[in-house]
């Protein structure tokens, strides 16, 4: 079982298993745990449903009526049928629920609730609105709330690769949902909270970020782009970026972007401590 | 077909009215978590200002003595004193509104007291909770008064009614405390 | 209780209180919905293959006019919401509870009618308001409701910035559609519980009265806490409470959107199983009365499906793994969550016990009853992957949990819809449904949903999300056109077959074959009596000598099966 499972675990990108249609390419530090479960679960239920499948068509083909052919009387209530049925079930239970169940566990104790800290973290605000994305940077204090934060055009988040990159997320409006196809990355923006998430990327290039909780007439279109890129680039997209921010100051009454539906120049809140 | 038999027909008329029952916790259990998942956020307690909390108590009395009146009216059916049970269920059916007319005098008072709806969260809750109630008490007094133009009904109307009736009132003095706790 | 003075045309058809007029009205309107939605259904995949051209005349494009002959956003987002909406309340629930639990419970378990048949009655008429309601806020200037049927604030309320009234009409249907439920489900208990024929046990009912009875338990309990969410939630959308708003949208004291997720999903998932519940039922007897053989395990069986609905109450959160829950909390839903393969494995297998060793009769209802098998089946185990919080981070709100739920709902739920009126037509009608034409009818739906349901998964693996007006939008679902495209292809052949099934019931009542009294050989008392079943159902309340599944006994001669109600010395001959 374990050789089985570090099998897999070894070729889950190649593994586009039952579904003819593969995962989109992970590019990120803790994806894989995610497309091993999905994996692992691939292949078992595969075989458990072929099992059915077979067992179906063996009894359509064996026992359809015929003459003289009667069928077995029997309720399948005494003990034995009781046990085989319960055992069957929790061999199911246990060759499938309780080993994902481990994995994600595992998962989610190692990756995706442990949050990194330290000098190298990148912390970004990430607050939708409807229907754009906004993304706020800390700046060279690294402190956020103070004058010297970026906040980049709407809908361009960039990010250092290999980097831990700390995400807290709150909305300007309704519900929305901060989506990572190429990270495995998803988690709700909900108005009045702020839920943080982390990830990490691997591989430099331009990714989708989409929005996945229902918040309106132009929900498909919340489409924002997340370039990941050498920490060199990234330091000078952010001081080009910090430069442009004073100088639209003067553009403002020109700014008609009609995506922004009042959100404030200089918004942020407060960093939470994370617990 | 068989006739099924008077006691028979009370027993299905005892399990829809406990279904029924279950059915109106379940509610008011929402609700009422609703108003405390509400509290700790907002780390607040519901205040009934002025004499508002006292109105409230005392529709509160006034509710239990309905049920308590619809005791004796039914003590007084069982002991065919019938124009004693006819006084007893016209007490219960006026008190019944002048607990409807005092929730909504307490309404009044609590919107002149600077608490209209809208104002907050808790508050709110409490319209909520006591209007949904005061519905519920608007069935309730449909039934009575069903009982009372019901001719001959060997008790057995008025015993049901009852049920739900005391129900009623358990349940506002149990939502009444808790949302002042 | 048969001398019943039901004499006019009103009281007799309209106002009718006996509980198989009943069920036929909850028919013909579950099958007006479900055409509705379904046409829905083909709209919302004509725009995901075909974004943004022009809808054909075959699919009613003259109702685009006004927008160039397109599906703007704004209508696509109401597409899915009431077709989401209209398919859960108003098709299924009276489809296979209204219908089948109104026709079958009292005459399965050998009583005269409901238990309350005025209520019974109230039920329908309130549920037919609830419609009138729901379907008005079509002639509103901006259209029905379209914040998802999940309707979640703050979206859903004023500010969320959904135009119009279509929203709180929404709202208002569906408490209207609560009510009604309210009073079926206690009609249903009380009927189960307290006017059972002598003889006739808890364990000696048809496990189709198992299937209806743990789902009305289910909706007694848990569509009150719907409805108390839908108050605050209408107040918020017309006096201004802010129940669910927080952040910038609430002007004063927040609220708290994911209160309403909690209240939702707290009714929301028994909802889906009691949506199930029945079919679970109506299958396993089924299976057992073409496989001439007793339901394989029937006491696990029941044992198991209560199981599953009192797990069901305690796994809410498995739909809210992203919106931040407390570490602990996403692990005790998913435990949970889990927990439930098991008995669900079991009474699963028990299907597959049935066929063991049986004598197999394809008819009609038996190939509907095998497609059940099939996909929820598929289903179920799919279910696993949304249950992984690690897994269902990446596949929250995307297809592949739209095409999880209809393996479970729409797929498991029509197949077992059809199957359970291709075979108790003849006792509802007198009629037989032409077997040729319900046999071309299911392998054309089954072929075609599993192409259908199948795919949604396979782009939601690929990770299209959902209730999105145009895929190709993004770089990372643009190879998926052709799929989507596929897919819509299927589910037009898929409502296509469903004409096939309209037709076979207008033709064979046009026909009008007087059926043989029961055609299915099958045990169960409602078999006993003759077309038409007179009011009050039984002339003598029925006594109960046997089980529901006595097929094939060895001891009985001359036949395969011995009815609930037959005396078993009497076909013995010493």
């Known amino acids: 079982m374990k050789t089985l499972y570090n099998k897999i675990k070894s070729k889950h990108i190649l593994y586009s298993g039952i579904w003819f249609q593969d995962l989109p390419k992970d590019v990120s530090l803790d994806g894989y745990r995610i497309d091993n479960v999905i994996s692992y679960t691939d292949l078992i239920i595969s075989i458990y449903f072929g099992i059915v499948v077979a067992l179906l068509a063996y009894f359509i083909y064996q026992y359809r009526a015929s003459k003289g052919h009667k069928a077995t009387y029997d309720h399948g209530d005494k003990r034995k049928n009781v046990l085989v049925t319960g055992g069957l079930g929790l061999l199911v239970f246990f060759s499938v629920d309780a080993v994902i169940e481990t994995m994600a566990f595992k998962d989610l104790r190692e990756a995706f609730w442990n949050f990194p800290k330290g000098e190298n973290v990148v912390r970004i605000e990430v607050m939708p609105q409807q229907y754009a994305w906004n993304f706020c940077y800390p700046g060279p204090d690294n402190e956020f709330g103070t004058d010297d934060d970026i906040i980049p055009t709407q809908n361009q988040m960039h990010v250092p690769v290999n980097t831990p990159i700390v995400i807290q997320l709150a909305s300007w409006d309704v519900i929305h949902s901060f989506y990572l196809p190429n990270f495995r990355v998803k988690q709700d923006a909900v108005p009045g909270m702020i839920t943080p998430l982390w990830f990490q990327a691997k591989e430099t290039g331009v990714y989708d970020i989409a929005c996945a909780e229902l918040c309106g007439n132009g929900h498909y279109r919340m489409k924002g782009y997340l370039t990941v890129e050498t920490k060199e680039d990234y330091q000078s997209w952010l001081n080009e970026n910090s430069v442009q921010e004073t100088e639209s100051d003067e553009w403002d009454d020109w700014d008609d972007d009609d995506d922004d539906s009042g959100v404030p120049e200089n918004w942020s809140w407060v960093w939470e401590a994370l617990k | 077909m068989d006739k099924i038999t008077i006691d028979q027909n009370d027993q299905i008329v005892r399990t829809g009215i406990i279904l029924a029952m279950a059915s109106v916790i379940m509610l008011f259990g929402t609700l009422l978590s609703s108003f405390f998942v509400l509290k700790i956020r907002l780390v607040e307690k519901l205040v009934l200002p002025g004499n508002t909390f006292s109105i409230g108590l005392t529709n509160s009395v006034i509710l239990v003595c309905t049920s308590i009146s ?59 909770i006591s209007g949904v109630h005061g519905l519920h008490i608007l069935c309730g007094q449909g039934l009575l008064l069903w009982v009372q133009l019901s001719k001959n009904n060997n008790g057995r109307r008025i015993h049901n009614v009852g049920l739900f009736w005391h129900f009623l009132t358990i349940l506002w003095i149990i939502m009444f405390t808790t949302v002042l706790v | 209780m048969s001398s019943n003075n039901q004499t006019s045309f009103i009281t007799k058809y309209i106002f009718s209180t006996d509980h198989k007029v009943i069920a036929k009205q909850f028919m013909v309107m579950g099958t007006f919905f479900l055409f509705f939605g379904g046409a829905m259904a083909m709209l919302i995949r004509w725009q995901l293959a075909y974004p943004e051209q022009k809808v054909p005349w075959w699919l009613l494009g003259f109702i685009f006019e006004n927008d160039g002959g397109i599906i703007t956003p704004d209508i696509y987002n109401q597409l899915f919401t009431m077709h989401g909406t209209i398919m859960i309340f108003w098709a299924i629930t009276p489809l296979l509870i209204g219908t089948f639990g109104n026709f079958l419970i009292p005459l399965q378990i050998g009583t005269h009618d409901m238990a309350f048949p005025k209520l019974n009655m109230l039920s329908f008429w309130t549920m037919f308001l609830a419609s009138l309601v729901l379907l008005s806020s079509y002639i509103l200037p901006n259209g029905a409701a379209s914040g998802g049927w999940t309707s979640y604030p703050p979206l859903s309320s004023p500010s969320g910035g959904i135009p119009g009234l279509g929203q709180t009409i929404w709202t208002l249907a569906l408490i209207l559609m609560g009510v009604s439920t309210m009073m079926g489900a206690i009609n249903y208990i009380s009927t189960v519980v307290r006017l059972r024929a002598r003889g006739m046990d808890y364990f000696k009912m048809p496990l189709s009265i198992w299937g209806l009875f743990l789902a009305s338990i289910l909706n007694s309990v848990f569509v009150p806490v719907i409805a108390a969410g839908l108050i605050l939630l209408l107040l918020d959308q017309t006096i201004g409470t802010e129940f669910f708003l927080a952040g910038r949208l609430a ?287 039984f002339i003598h309340e029925p006594i109960v000598f046997n089980g529901p599944h006595e097929y094939s006994r060895p001891d009985i001669l001359d036949r395969d099966w011995l009815g609930q109600d037959e005396k078993e010395d009497d076909f013995k001959h010493g």
């Not at chain 2, 609590?110 to 104002?119: K, S, Y």
């Not at chain 3, 006491?299 to 602990?328: C, D, F």
């Not at chain 3, 927990?339 to 494995?345: G, T």
């Open chain 2, 70 to 128: 619809y005791m004796f009216a039914e003590k007084m059916y069982e002991k065919r004193k019938y124009s004693a049970y006819e006084i007893w269920l016209l007490i219960t059916i006026i008190s019944g509104y002048g607990f409807i007319l005092g929730q909504l005098l307490l309404w009044s008072e609590l919107t002149t007291a600077g608490i209209p709806l809208t104002r907050g969260q808790l508050s709110d809750m409490f319209y909520v």
């Open chain 3, 251 to 537: 002007s004063g004291d927040p609220g708290d959107p994911l209160l309403f997720q909690h209240v939702f999903w707290i009714f929301g998932h028994p909802e889906v199983y009691i949506l199930i519940l029945p079919v679970w039922g109506i299958v396993s007897d089924l299976l057992s009365v073409f496989s001439r053989k007793p339901a394989y395990g029937y006491k696990v069986t029941a044992i198991a499906m209560s199981t599953v609905v009192a797990l069901s109450s305690l796994v809410w959160g498995h739909h809210m793994y992203t919106t931040g829950m407390s570490p602990l909390l996403g692990k005790s839903f998913m435990f949970l969550t889990l927990l439930i393969s098991i008995p669900s494995s079991m009474f699963f297998l028990n299907w597959l016990g049935t066929l063991w060793r049986g004598s197999l009769h394809f008819d009609t209802p038996m190939l509907f009853s095998i497609g059940v098998i099939w996909v929820f089946g598929i289903g179920g185990l799919t279910g696993l992957y949304n249950a992984t919080v690690t897994a269902d981070i990446y596949l929250h709100d995307t297809m592949f949990v739209v095409g999880h739920f209809h393996y479970t709902l729409a797929a498991s739920v029509m197949l077992g819809s059809f199957a359970a009126i291709y075979y108790w037509f003849p006792c509802m009608f007198g009629i037989k449904l032409d077997s040729m034409l319900g046999k071309i009818h299911f392998w054309g739906s089954f072929i075609s949903l599993n192409y259908v349901f199948f795919n949604m998964m396979a782009v939601g693996y690929a990770g299209q999300h959902r209730r999105i007006y145009n895929p190709s939008e993004y770089s990372f679902l643009k190879h998926l056109s052709g799929i989507n495209e596929w897919i819509t292809i299927f589910s037009f052949i898929l409502g296509a077959f469903q004409a096939l099934f309209l037709i076979n019931i207008i033709w064979s009542l046009f026909k009008n074959e007087k059926s043989e009294k029961n055609p299915w050989h099958a045990t169960t008392l409602e078999w006993t009596v003759e077309y038409p079943i007179p009011h009050g159902n």
